[in-house]
């Protein structure tokens, strides 16, 4: 089995780094009062300590009021900026890269979460969870879309300064870039709803708010996806010619790297092409890109499915392969590298039959 490719040293996008290796942005409700302490710098230590090039945070929520669904998970602004700052200090030491996830989780605020500021209305395009349901807010006005754009705008600059390796943005999944493109959640009569052009406005201004703030040279990846929280079979579009409509403006305001959430990376985005999600945004935008969706696992399976368990998988040619090949240039390992800090190193040192596998239950234990 050839593993070369996914250990090669990585230059693009304005990132320099060891390997392949990314670990994949994963909420784990484990920062109290929205701060990560030692215990969360620690958990990111122990990945960059082996053999994980690229670390991505857990979505961390910038300092809009509604922009977070829980006071469990951390926030990026007030005091746990400090907690973030002996974040990147641990993973520095320890020889690794990272970058926080920038998030705003839109009306993914639903009755019964423990969310901050439970007296204030969520913020979406259209008000709407999910399609044709009810109305759950106002739509965002104009000046609103302008505060948000400015949070994101704020948190980067913070990341900057508290030493990150970039910033990616939480642009997928029905969280709040994502809901803006969705035609389904976003019918706007305005500038920010309508055509593909006018959906992808509120994006392209994050973005380029962003690059304002930190400058040139500073990385930015954007997280994207297809599929939604509410729809997994959703699409955003269904050629590629939709997709560099929606994504390539993406990459002109200032994206540097594309990060492609796919259910299961091994399957091809368009019939008639062997190309992923990632292989397609690489295509079609021009710019570097990480792959991610269930790698590592056996087989699919849903976090959420009780008594769900995936035996770890030990051929990688395949992915190796098309990293050789130059289809996608990094590779996100979610639930794997969540519950075996080691996987990377593993991997690498080709102990397969020290891989653990990945249960719901596992969750409850991770180190």
């Known amino acids: 089995m050839t593993l070369g490719a996914l250990f090669e040293p990585f230059t693009g996008g304005g990132l320099t780094l060891k390997n392949r290796i990314v670990m994949a942005p994963m909420t784990r409700w484990q920062s109290p009062d929205q701060f990560p302490g030692a215990q969360v710098a ?17 979505g961390t929520t910038i300092d809009h009021p509604v922009s977070s669904y829980s006071v469990r998970t951390p926030a990026f602004h007030g005091p746990a900026l400090e907690g973030w700052r002996r974040v990147v200090s641990e993973v520095h030491e320890a ?6 996830q920038l998030w705003h989780v839109g ?24 399609p044709g349901g009810k109305r759950v807010a106002e739509p965002l006005s104009a000046a609103q879309i302008r505060e948000i754009v400015d949070s994101f705008a704020r948190a980067a600059a913070q990341a ?22 969705w035609e389904p959640l976003n019918d706007r009569a305005d500038e920010y709803g309508g055509d593909v052009e006018r959906r992808g406005r509120f994006a392209r201004e ?38 560099a409509r929606i994504f390539a403006p993406l990459a002109e305001a200032g994206v540097d790297l594309f990060h492609c959430s796919q259910r299961r990376h091994w399957e091809e985005e368009f019939t008639g092409s062997p190309l992923n999600f990632a292989g397609w945004i690489k295509r079609v935008t021009g710019k570097p890109v990480i792959t991610v969706g269930s790698v590592g696992l056996s087989g ?26 130059g289809e996608f240039d990094l590779v996100a390992v979610g639930r794997a590298l969540l519950v075996d800090p080691q996987w990377a190193l593993k991997i690498k040192e080709r102990r397969f039959d020290e891989l653990l596998p990945f249960t719901k239950q596992s969750l409850e234990t991770l180190s």
């Not at 009306?107 to 999910?130: E, I, T």
């Not at 690059?211 to 269904?238: C, N, T």
């Not at 849903?302 to 190796?320: H, I, N, R």
């Open 300 to 325: 699919p399976m849903s976090v959420t499915e009780l008594g769900a368990q995936s035996d770890p998988t030990t051929d990688f040619s395949a992915l190796a392969d098309r990293v050789a090949q």
């Open 42 to 58: 620690a958990y990111y230590r122990r990945r960059a300590q082996n053999e994980v090039g690229l670390i991505v945070t857990e």
């Open 95 to 100: 020889g690794g890269k990272i970058i926080p």
């Open 107 to 130: 009306a993914m605020r639903r009755p019964g979460d423990d969310y901050p500021n439970p007296h204030l209305a969520s913020a979406s395009p259209s008000g709407l969870f999910r």
């Open 206 to 243: 994050v973005i380029a708010g962003i690059r304002s703030a930190v400058g040139p040279g500073f990385p930015v990846v954007l997280r994207i996806s297809q599929w939604k929280q509410q729809d997994y079979s959703a699409r955003l579009a269904h050629t590629p010619e939709m997709l």
């Open 160 to 181: 900057r300064e508290l030493g990150f390796d970039g910033v990616e943005v939480h642009g997928a999944h029905g969280y709040i870039l994502d809901a803006f493109l």
